[in-house]
């Protein structure tokens, strides 16, 4: 698999030992499995690890765990809650922007569901599992991904300090196990899909706390329009 794809040189240096461990050959194997089946998989094969090719490990400010990609066509590219511009926004993309426009009183174009304008300030859009199955969410869940971003999290706890991490929904937020302390903010709510936003998301002024956050440790806030 790491002759197969390309990741960005500052993660590399952390990371690189990762690809050649046994749980990424049967990753490989799995998706090769499943492609022969005539299984669809998201995203395409060049856009797994866009969002630690986007966001590079030193700029680094705050990290959204997500679970898997979306699994309808076109949706996922390498981000998660992110969509291709042109793609309509899903339910929880448009409840994050809704409470951007509440929390912060700015206007977000809720057309464009493209979050790669945050990930290049420094907004690490992680999903816990990086492929799925065409309509079948979680397909993906036990073939060992998160064993490569449990290891993402955790070199960026034990080699960056001052991070804001964002855990929305139970999923997320069994990963702050392995969030060590360094100063970081840890945000946790329910998550913003629809069925659960009203639970505690709604409200919760997330992008303020993160912005008052990254000014008190003299870093830049992310304009989250």
């Not at 194997?29 to 299984?39: A, M, V």
């Not at 998660?80 to 977000?108: A, M, R």
């Not at 998301?201 to 993160?210: E, N, Q, T, Y």
């Amino acid at each position: 698999m790491k002759k197969a794809v390309q990741i960005d040189e500052s993660w590399l240096n952390f990371l690189d030992s990762e690809f050649s461990k046994e749980y990424m050959n049967n990753i490989k194997k799995s998706l090769i499995n499943f492609k022969e089946s005539g299984k669809t998989i998201y995203p395409k094969n060049n856009e797994i690890f866009n969002a630690i090719n986007f966001t590079k490990f030193e700029r680094t400010k705050v990290i959204i765990i997500g679970q898997d990609p979306y699994h309808g066509p076109g949706q996922a590219h390498g981000f998660s809650f992110s969509v291709k511009k042109g793609i309509k926004p899903p339910p929880s993309l448009l409840n994050i922007f809704k409470e951007i426009e509440s929390d912060l009183s700015i206007d977000v174009d809720k057309r464009n569901g493209d979050l790669t304008r945050w990930a290049n300030q420094g907004v690490l859009l992680l999903n816990s599992i990086l492929t799925v199955e065409k309509g079948n969410p979680l397909s993906h869940k036990n073939i060992g991904w998160e064993n490569l971003t449990d290891k993402i999290i955790d070199v960026l706890c034990q080699n960056r300090k001052g991070l804001a991490f964002v855990l929305w929904g139970a999923h997320a937020r069994s990963k702050k196990n392995i969030i060590e302390g360094n100063g970081n903010l840890i945000l946790e709510s329910a998550h913003p899909s629809p069925l659960s936003a009203h639970r505690g998301f709604l409200g919760s002024k997330p992008f303020s706390k993160i912005n008052k956050f990254l000014i008190k440790n003299n870093i830049e806030p992310i304009n989250w329009s």
